[in-house]
């Protein structure tokens, strides 16, 4: 079994920040990438950033220069700092690993199971 488990969500003003992690944990052999998606009402969940493996990043445009993707490879942890939020930032933040298992020879995607981020004052 895998489980990707996100934390450090929470209320922030806007103009704040907040640092959301995602660990993977279970039956992993390699994991290819990293992603964090973000959902809210009436809209699709949509890719906020993406990391690989050799550590190349991609951003959503509405995210560029305010978040920042990294990820601790030995932890299997991943982490996106939030800096200068917006109440449009304001979502269910999805954790989601394609990777491969030790019991299975193709990669596949997991996800984790989502948390709140609000942007308010």
């Known amino acids: 079994q895998v489980q990707l488990v996100e934390s450090g969500g929470g209320l922030v003003q806007p103009g704040g920040s907040l640092r959301l992690s995602c660990t993977a944990s279970?039956?992993?052999?390699?994991?290819?990438?990293m992603e964090w998606y973000r959902q809210t009402p009436g809209k699709e969940r949509e890719l906020v950033a993406s990391?690989?493996?050799?550590?190349?990043?991609n951003y959503a445009d509405s995210v560029k220069g305010r978040f920042t993707i990294s990820r601790d490879s030995t932890s299997k942890t991943m982490y996106l700092q939030m800096n200068s939020l917006k109440p449009e930032d304001t979502g269910v933040y999805y954790c989601?690993?394609?990777?491969?298992?030790?019991?299975?020879?193709?990669?596949?995607?997991?996800w984790g199971q989502g948390i709140q981020v609000t942007v308010s004052s």
């Open positions: 989601n690993g394609i990777l491969r298992t030790t019991y299975s020879d193709i990669s596949r995607s997991y």
């Open positions: 279970g039956s992993i052999l390699r994991i290819n990438i």
């Open positions: 990391i690989t493996s050799a550590g190349n990043t």
